[in-house]
């Protein structure tokens, strides 16, 4: 393990942080726990359930958030949770999507709305909290030869590939996110999905642009993260949120 991993690891436990999330975030969250042993360090990974009235000590507490494939009650809960449990308790709070929130059919620019307004809401209300944003995790689409030949066939019969029109809305709300809020201040789940450990991005073209996809290597169902996965996704996620609250502490106060 390296020692910029201890470093973030260390930075989160110095703060106070909210994840809400459901399976996939619970596979991330496996992963920290999986890297906080190996490395022996004691991050303080606290069950939103067990929140009490008094204040939260730092760390990172996390829970489940709405219902799959409603993406729009994720919205109302991080509300809820942010306002009536954790207004005082946290300094840094963000929440995810689900893959299955997202497919072919989706209207993602109106998805995309409803997140904004609740977020730019929740910042008005709660100005003492810095709130991150998060992509939307992905689901392999393979491109094999076999892959792009049962494709070609497909195309010839008026079949699409559905894996990845699923995928490329993921992507292309992924877009949107960073294209308001800018790269510093996301967290990138669906980038560390697609990055194998030598660089190499699984991606796809659709429409003219390039789109991420799981590594098959990363996942056991073709979507949730096997025990190499989260180990190489929450790398990536604590790193880059211990880089956003690294970045917020170092920020010139205003006026």
């Known amino acids: 393990m390296s020692e910029q991993l201890k470093t973030d690891l260390q930075t989160v436990q110095a703060a106070r942080v909210f994840f809400g999330h459901q399976s996939v975030g619970n596979n991330i969250i496996s992963g920290l726990q999986q890297l906080a042993q190996k490395t022996g360090f ?12 008094e204040s939260q000590p730092s760390g990172l507490v996390h829970g489940p958030i709405g219902e799959n494939r409603k993406p729009v009650s994720k919205c109302r809960d991080f509300e809820r949770v942010i306002d009536q449990q954790l207004s005082d308790k946290v300094d840094f709070a963000l929440f995810k999507f689900c893959y299955i ?3 072919r059919n989706t209207d993602i620019d109106n998805l995309f709305r ?3 307004f609740t977020m730019d809401q929740l910042m008005d209300d709660h100005p003492q909290i810095r ?3 998060s992509t939307i995790p992905l689901r392999c689409s393979p491109s094999t030869p076999g892959v792009r030949l049962k494709e070609l ?3 010839l019969l008026g079949k699409k590939n559905n894996s990845k029109l699923d995928n490329f809305q993921r992507n292309q ?3 949107l996110l960073v294209e308001t809020y800018g790269q510093s201040q996301v967290v990138d789940i669906a ?3 697609a990055t194998g450990s030598n660089g190499r991005r699984e991606s796809f073209k659709m429409h003219g642009v390039a789109n991420s996809a799981l590594l098959e290597e990363y996942s056991s169902d073709g979507g949730h993260l096997n025990a190499l996965g989260q180990r190489r996704v929450a790398q990536s996620f604590i790193h880059q949120l211990a880089d956003i609250i690294r970045t917020s502490t170092t920020e010139p106060s205003a006026g």
Not at 42 to 53: A, C, M, R
């Open 42 to 53: 004691d991050l303080n990974i606290v069950d939103l359930g067990s929140i009490e009235s």
């Open 101 to 103: 929130d997202v497919n």
């Open 114 to 116: 409803v997140y904004r």
């Open 131 to 133: 709130f991150i944003h």
């Open 153 to 155: 066939v497909g195309k």
């Open 173 to 175: 709300y992924n877009r």
């Open 191 to 193: 980038a560390a999905e």
